[in-house]
Every structure is written in structure tokens, then in C-alpha cells.
């Protein structure tokens, strides 16, 4: 159960961090535009999914947690820049994530 649990808060933090991918590209075209129209809407339904998915992480998890698990996101935002955008990856944003990853971890163990 509290797998299945991780499991579905991981999945919303990957969905609510593929938002910042339509952001990005949405900033990329000309103000009202179609593109921008569409990547901005698609970053609103993303929001708005998220949203919703949020209110059911809370049920099942303490804000602590969950909280502290959303800084994940940053990981994905690392990963997304240098798949979509060929963003460079430096050291700096490696040992950053180990730091991340590191301190969810430890708030998720002492969850228990």
C-alpha cells in the first residue's frame, strides 16, 4: 500500500514537472500566437490536473512529505532542459540532485 502511494505522488510530481516543459516552449513564441496559446493551455490543464491530483497526495500522506518529496521536481526540470532544450549539465547540477534525492530520502524514512 504505502508503495503504491509513492508510486502515485512520484507519478504527479513527473506530471506537474512535464508542465514546465509547455512553459518553457510556450515563452518561446510570439504573445497570443497559436503556439503559445496552445502550449500555455496545455500548461493550465497540466496545473489544473495536478491540482486535483494534489488534494488526493494530501489524503494520504502528511504535508511534510509530501512537500518535501516535491523537490523532486527539480531533478525532472534538470532532465527535461537537457532533452527538449539541449540544456548543458554540469557538476554542479549533479551533486545538487544527490543532495535532493538524498535529503527526500531521509524524510521519507523517518515518515515511518
Do not use: C
Amino acid at each position: 500500500m504505502k508503495f503504491k502511494n509513492y508510486l502515485f505522488l512520484h507519478a504527479s510530481l513527473l506530471l506537474y514537472s512535464i508542465g514546465s516543459i509547455f512553459s518553457k516552449m510556450a515563452s518561446k513564441e510570439e504573445f497570443l500566437s497559436f503556439g503559445f496559446v496552445l502550449y500555455y493551455g496545455l500548461f493550465l490543464l497540466v496545473l489544473f490536473v495536478y491540482a486535483l491530483l494534489w488534494q488526493q497526495i494530501l489524503k494520504r500522506f502528511p504535508l511534510t512529505v509530501a512537500f518535501a518529496n516535491k523537490a523532486i521536481t527539480i531533478l525532472w526540470g534538470i532532465v527535461w532542459g537537457y532533452l527538449f532544450f539541449g540544456e548543458a549539465l554540469r557538476w554542479g547540477m549533479l551533486l545538487g540532485s544527490v543532495i535532493i534525492v538524498s535529503g527526500i530520502y531521509l524524510v521519507v524514512s523517518d515518515d515511518k
